[in-house]
């Protein structure tokens, strides 16, 4: 996974980390391995093909989730514990990126 120092900037960053400072608002950008995926970057000449955004509650400060819109199932609130296992070399996604 990759973090930003400046806007959009990817620097490397661990998931204790993200979950310390990802908040309500900000945007995850995904980058994934699929072949429709591929097509998607190709055609808007993007580095990402898949966008998300963070939720965090009081009520479970230790928790991230995030509202994406999927082609299968509409408009969803998923867990970052749900997404983890996803993400990475070999994955359904390869890179992750937040703001």
Request: glycine share 10%; proline share 3%; net charge negative.
């Amino acid at each position: 996974m990759h973090v930003n120092s400046e806007p959009w900037k990817n620097d490397g960053f661990s998931e204790d980390q993200f979950i310390e400072n990802a908040n309500t608002g900000d945007i995850l950008l995904f980058r994934g391995s699929m072949g429709g995926q591929q097509l998607i970057r190709a055609v808007t000449f993007s580095e990402y093909d898949h966008v998300a955004m963070i939720l965090k509650f009081d009520q479970e400060p230790d928790e991230v989730y995030f509202i994406e819109a999927t082609g299968n199932r509409g408009v969803v609130l998923n867990k970052w514990t749900y997404l983890k296992p996803h993400i990475g070399n070999g994955k359904f996604y390869e890179k992750l990126v937040y703001r």
